[in-house]
């Protein structure tokens, strides 16, 4: 509910509506799905049907208001790239029912459709058209370049099968009757060109993307739709959300994890941590609400403060110097994480970590990944307790806010984000990609590149035993690269033996003769 203070004549927002108006809940744990998204969030099993393309890829890019009585829900920006627009464009171009007017009517020139709509039936007293009506509802003036002829027309007819649910647009017609056929098919002929001039502007960006990326699919698009948890919002037949609940952090533990200064401003202007999703692989991304400052501090107290106890020493250059030696040439992090634009893609980047972080999360992110990410694949490192106390220390001191090259997704048509539901597909594909051949969408950030477990030559040579103990110890261990960690106490010993076995299925070959006795 948004009231209004009469103590302080200011604006107040109830934070857990705000939750639920923006639907934070449906992709984050630690708060209730919302219920009134679904119901406010267009149906887009038709929405081939029922938009016109070039409007969906403009929209995509930069979404906008379209309706003004819908409380404080709004779509969100997710930063797509042209490439990436004009993909899911094409996926819900697809979606098309056996939708055509069966009544069709062009309508008839002589009536003067404009007293038909702003008289007759008083559609203006919601709807903004020419410079008249009221900005409550849906703007007339430019749905001629967001909605086909055919739409149009059957939404005056059936208002309740076509728009949100429990709409308030009465239904005046009778398909029946000649009359109202002409009359309907007159006003929307009225209303559709009014947005003939934009809609013309609209199909020239359109045209050029599809000279541009005719290699791109609909597939590629429908890859997007599901990365991006689309269906918990909006309908969609015939689909299958990817997530159960690991496409965004839990809101529970965000009141340790981040420091409040940080949490205001990226609520402000959300910015890439994890560039190929929460889950890697999955591509899932943080889109840009347009919050204002007033709903910020909102979702800021409504997610709490906590006292923080613990503290981390900060350490010497000389310290920090012989770290940073063992983050390159030692130790693993870095094939997961960034740091000075070095590393992996895996993982958030560490260049920034002592702003973005509280001292009690670096040090138990560390030390007990599990405990306080359980949904992460970051693996407890086998470091001894004094590199762990010096690694804590660099990473909190690590605040720098600006590198040369700024955070950025990685594009989802060049690295398409897929359904993480296998043990191997979770932990081992975004290096050795998913069907094994080392091109995972992060091998190309790493300094060599990761094994081919498809190399049925190779691979036969090497034993069950001599897998199993590189994959509990690590690359260094195995005089392999240090890059790939060890995953002894991460992953229980039947998961690593089935991952043994996941590594025979894809080279396709048995372990060598003589391991066997």
Excluded at 310 to 334: A, G, V
Excluded at 444 to 454: A, C, D, I, R, T
Aim: proline residues 5%.
């Amino acid at each position: 509910m948004v009231y209004l203070s009469t103590a302080i004549g200011q604006l107040t927002i109830d934070p857990e509506n705000l939750i639920n108006e923006l639907g934070c809940g449906n992709c984050h744990l630690g708060a209730e799905k919302s219920t009134l998204i679904p119901v406010r969030a267009p149906d887009l099993s038709n929405s081939g049907s029922k938009y016109n393309a070039s409007f969906i890829y403009d929209y995509l890019k930069e979404p906008h208001s379209v309706r003004k009585n819908i409380g404080l829900s709004r779509m969100p920006n997710f930063n797509f790239s042209d490439e990436e627009a004009f993909a899911l464009t094409l996926y819900l171009e697809t979606k098309k029912n056996v939708f055509s007017s069966t009544h069709y009517n062009k309508g008839d020139r002589s009536i003067d459709s404009f007293k038909l709509i702003s008289e007759d039936y008083q559609c203006t007293s919601c709807h903004l058209l020419n410079e008249e009506g009221a900005d409550r509802s849906i703007n007339l003036n430019s749905t001629g370049s967001r909605l086909k002829e055919e739409w149009i027309y059957e939404t005056i007819f059936y208002p309740q099968k076509h728009i949100a649910e429990g709409t308030s647009m009465p239904m005046f017609f009778d398909d029946t009757n000649q009359e109202s056929k002409i009359a309907v098919g007159s006003m929307t002929q009225y209303i559709y060109n009014k947005g003939n001039d934009r809609l013309n502007q609209l199909d020239r960006k359109l045209r050029l993307a599809r000279n541009k990326f005719s290699n791109i699919t609909s597939e590629n698009g429908r890859q997007i739709f599901l990365s991006q948890n689309c269906i918990s919002c909006h309908a969609m037949e015939d689909e299958i959300t990817w997530y159960s609940d690991n496409n965004a952090p839990d809101l529970s533990g965000q009141v340790m994890r981040t420091k409040k200064q940080w949490l205001l401003s990226y609520l402000e202007e959300p910015k890439p941590i994890r560039p190929n999703g929460y889950f890697p692989g999955t591509g899932s991304r943080m889109p840009n609400y347009n919050l204002n400052s007033n709903e910020i501090n909102s979702i800021v107290q409504w997610i709490g403060s906590f006292p923080q106890k613990t503290t981390i020493d900060e350490i010497s250059n000389f310290q920090s110097n012989k770290i940073y030696n063992l983050l390159e040439n030692e130790l693993s992090c870095l094939g997961c994480h960034q740091l000075n634009e070095k590393g992996g893609k895996i993982g958030p980047d560490l260049s920034n970590a002592g702003n973005r972080l509280t001292d009690g999360y670096i040090k138990m992110a560390i030390e007990h990944p599990q405990m306080v990410m359980p949904e992460s694949i970051m693996p407890k490192q086998i470091i001894n307790k004094k590199t762990t106390q010096l690694l804590q220390s660099f990473i909190k001191m690590q605040v720098n806010e600006k590198t040369s090259n700024p955070p950025m997704y990685l594009s989802l048509v060049e690295n398409q984000p897929y359904k993480v539901d296998d043990l191997y597909v979770a932990n081992c594909s975004v290096c050795h990609g998913l069907n094994g051949a080392g091109d995972g969408f992060n091998a190309k950030y790493l300094p060599v590149s990761p094994g081919n477990l498809s190399d049925s030559e190779t691979i036969s040579k090497r034993s069950d035993n001599t897998l199993y103990e590189t994959l509990y110890n690590g690359g260094r261990i195995m005089k392999k690269h240090h890059f790939m960690p060890s995953w002894g106490l991460k992953l229980s010993h039947k998961e690593i033996v089935y991952l043994v076995s996941r590594i025979r299925q894809l080279c396709d070959c048995d372990s060598p003769n003589w391991s066997k006795n």
